[in-house]
């Protein structure tokens, strides 16, 4: 399954690579592509492994905020 995630606060590499590696550690997420510019996060992941509580939580704890 696939979402996007609209993300507030990446402006860098540094930030894409904070929001990456943190989705791509969560069991049942196979792939992570950020935006920058567009401030979005698109995740392909195994919906009965992962939701996306789990990804928000993984993505607010590198100090970024998730808009719903």
């Given at each position: 399954m696939g979402k996007t995630l609209n993300v507030t606060g990446m402006t860098c590499g540094h930030c894409k690579m904070s929001v990456e590696g943190a989705l791509k550690e969560i069991d049942g997420v196979s792939a992570v592509e950020v935006n920058l510019e567009a401030g979005s996060v698109d995740v392909?992941?195994?919906?009965?492994?992962?939701?996306?509580?789990?990804?928000?939580?993984?993505?607010?704890?590198?100090?970024?905020?998730?808009?719903?």
């Open positions: 392909t992941f195994d919906e009965s492994k992962v939701n996306d509580d789990v990804m928000k939580e993984a993505i607010e704890e590198q100090g970024y905020d998730v808009e719903a």
